[in-house]
């Protein structure tokens, strides 16, 4: 007998059969989003955990109060009966906040109604979406659950918060929230349309920007470290412990003891393992940052999917976040002192500030441990980022000199004052000393600040240079510029200079000394850029 031939379409029915069942649950998930939906009550342990922790955020400052009491006697069972009216009020907070919680899309819109005595509801239209973020904690991940955040424009907070979603419902929303519908091929069936949707294309298209190795994420994490939360909580109970009893145990006795043998009472010696000891004490601190960067970020994958950057990664809690690179207001390059000897950055794409002059976006979102070389190569993978793609640039014009000795007066003048003073009460030589030698410190710091602050003017896009120990550039889009400001003293009319601020949507960048025709000409392409670009700048 002879056997048909098997067509193309009957090869690929099965998988035709899921692509239609895929799309069939995505679409009966949108049409049930279009009414009031209520949370799964798992979303209570999200509010139980959301509040303990930020009443733990909040609380980090008095840890110093804590352990203060604690050795003057505290009553343990007064703080564990606390303890536990604190948590039974959140739960019962997180029950009543669960229960009063709805959600729905209607029309262009995403509608959430909350509250815990008072109901609030709030109207977000989908163009005001700018980040949505897929978060799967590790109590949700044995549930196969996770939480939506939607971050908006102009939002001083996270605007809503969708917990305890499963996965095909995050994808589904998310999806609908940010207006990736499926599109039919015109030139195709209208069968064969329904059988392969644009959804296929649009994950053929999805392009890698960047990844990141575990290598790179323990390196991010040692120079990301911020000491100065440690000295901050470290050093009032470092008050509170009798050091004469620290150095005359046996321990620290013999300890000394080893450190003059090893340096034959050399005090050179001696100041070089001291040194030491604080690199190690840093390093110890930097554990945290270290583990805090791999749980939060490994495996770290940054892909582009259409107009849209999607950041993945996180061990214990993995998170997905969505940007639409047309929201992209600026671009942040940071270096702590520590990265410029591993010649690695920090890039944050930054999106619309929140109402308040000093709130800015929850987060922004980064991509941590770059080379330099490779900031050009990640820009590229964004064909749709105002500017264009551009490397860091290597050199800078720095700002006028005028701008440091205007701020070297004042030390100078405080310093020249006081040695008049101790001369006429005869002070002795080690206050004199002493005194300039803080005045030099003072003025070397303004110096370094000073030769880091400049500017490089390009076809499309202007960056700003600033620093101390560290650096940071400062990517601004002509074409995402508000508004310019310039400020001019009497001093800086003279000298033709100016202050010159640029007001953009995520906050304003001020070049302070600069030409005022480098000023007009930043006004010039700022203005003719807008004028070309019909796009809104949100």
């Known amino acids: 007998m002879d056997e048909s031939p098997k067509t193309p379409q009957s090869i690929k029915q099965p998988d035709v059969i899921a692509a239609t069942t895929e799309q069939h649950s995505s679409d009966t998930l949108a049409n049930q989003f279009k009414e009031w939906q209520a949370l799964s009550p798992w979303s209570i342990i999200t509010y139980i955990f959301g509040a303990l922790k930020g009443l733990l955020s909040n609380g980090i400052a008095i840890i110093p109060i804590v352990y203060t009491g604690w050795k003057q006697g505290f009553d343990g069972q007064w703080l564990a009966l606390m303890i536990s009216v604190i948590v039974l009020l959140v739960s019962v907070a997180a029950v009543i906040e669960w229960h009063k919680f709805r959600f729905r899309l209607s029309g262009k819109q995403l509608d959430v109604k909350r509250g815990l005595f008072f109901t609030k509801k709030d109207e977000i239209p989908l163009s005001r979406i700018q980040n949505i973020r897929y978060e799967q904690p590790l109590y949700f991940k044995p549930l196969a659950l ?37 599109h039919e091929q015109p030139t195709q069936s209208s069968s064969q349309a329904t059988i392969e949707p644009q959804l296929d294309a649009q994950t053929q298209s999805s392009t890698p920007v960047t990844r990141k190795s575990l290598g790179d994420l323990l390196l991010f994490g040692f120079y990301q470290n911020n000491f100065i939360w440690f000295a901050v909580i470290a050093g009032p109970i470092i008050g509170q412990i009798d050091m004469d009893k620290v150095f005359d145990s046996v321990i620290a006795k013999q300890f000394w003891l080893w450190i003059e043998s090893q340096t034959h009472q050399n005090i050179v010696l001696q100041s070089l393992f001291f040194i030491l000891g604080l690199l190690f004490l840093y390093g110890l601190f930097s554990l945290i940052s270290i583990i805090a960067a791999v749980l939060k970020y490994y495996p770290y994958k940054l892909d582009r999917h259409s107009d849209t950057l999607q950041r993945s990664g996180g061990v214990i809690s993995h998170q997905q976040d969505a940007l639409a690179i047309k929201r992209v207001q600026l671009i942040h390059a940071k270096q702590p002192v520590l990265a410029r000897f591993f010649k690695r950055w920090t890039l944050y794409f930054k999106q619309v500030k929140g109402q308040e002059v000093e709130q800015k976006t ?105 620093g101390l120990l560290g650096r940071q550039w400062k990517r601004i889009a002509f074409d995402k510029v508000q508004h310019v400001k310039i400020t001019q003293t009497q001093g800086q009319k003279r000298a033709n200079l100016a202050y010159i601020e640029i007001g953009l949507a995520s906050g304003s960048v001020v070049f302070p000394y600069i030409p005022i025709d480098i000023a007009n000409q930043i006004i010039s392409r700022s203005l003719h850029a807008v004028s070309r670009n019909s796009q809104n700048w949100i």
């Open 146 to 182: 996770g939480t939506l955040v939607i971050e908006t424009a102009g939002s001083k907070k996270d605007e809503a918060k969708l917990a305890a979603l499963n996965i095909e419902q995050a994808q589904t929303l998310k999806r609908l929230l940010l207006n990736l519908t499926y």
């Open 362 to 466: 929850k987060q922004h979102m980064l991509i941590p441990s770059v080379k330099p070389n490779e900031v050009a190569t990640i820009l590229t993978a964004m064909p749709n980022l105002s500017g264009g793609a551009s490397a860091l640039p290597h050199n800078y014009t720095s700002i006028h000199i005028k701008w440091f000795t205007r701020r070297s007066i004042l030390p100078l003048s405080i310093a020249i004052l006081l040695s008049i003073i101790g001369g006429f009460d005869g002070r002795s030589l080690s206050f004199f000393e002493s005194t300039w030698l803080t005045t030099s410190m003072i003025i070397g710091l303004i110096y370094l600040r000073y030769k880091h602050w400049g500017y490089v003017i390009e076809d499309q896009v202007i960056w700003q240079h600033t």
